[in-house]
């Protein structure tokens, strides 16, 4: 049984479960330019620590953690202003077509929640690429999907082997674990052993 889960790991899960395993279970890394940026840029939104903004509280590389959910890791900022707490989380590209960063926020927020005792309605992703904040409201839907995703990543952590590779290869595209999942040479293998 595991333990807690990186909350980021979350977010892997939620792009591509293979990916998940891949990198949680497997211990699998590609650090191809992408990548690189992203670590670059994280090193600089992580070096903690409290400042003011205005009348704003900005918290850099929080820890945070649920044992509800037993996940845990760090948000890139928290952000008190007025009273609220709006976590927000830092992505070297551009705005993904796809749902793992909000999984990933919205995990920080149900930590974030535990925590402080204190309601969190709202986050935000900040795309460097693009310098573009989107702000994602904390809906029921997002917090059933997130611990929903959760539950998931948990189980699929036990697993021996890991699932197939994704039939749309628009998310394939965009992996760094391409060159080491070989997508579309195991799904021809898978194809032909049905045979
Ligand atoms: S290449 Fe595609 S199937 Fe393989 S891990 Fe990446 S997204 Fe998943």
Known sequence: MQD???ISMLNQWEY?????WLMYVGGEMEVNAPVLEGMYQHERVHAGGVTHEGEALIHRR?????????VAGFADVVEEREGELVPVEHKHGRMGRWLN???QLCAQALCLEERTGRPVVRGAIFYWKSRRRLWVEITPELRARTEAAVEQAFALA???TPPPPLERAARCRD????????PRQVRRLRSLEER
Do not use: G, M, N
């Open 62 to 70: 929080v820890y945070l953690w649920s044992d509800r959910l037993r």
């Open 101 to 103: 960063d909000h999984i």
């Open 4 to 6: 807690y889960l990186p």
């Open 175 to 182: 992996c760094s674990l391409e060159p080491v999942c070989l």
């Open 16 to 20: 591509c479960p293979r990916r998940f």
């Open 158 to 160: 036990e697993a021996p």
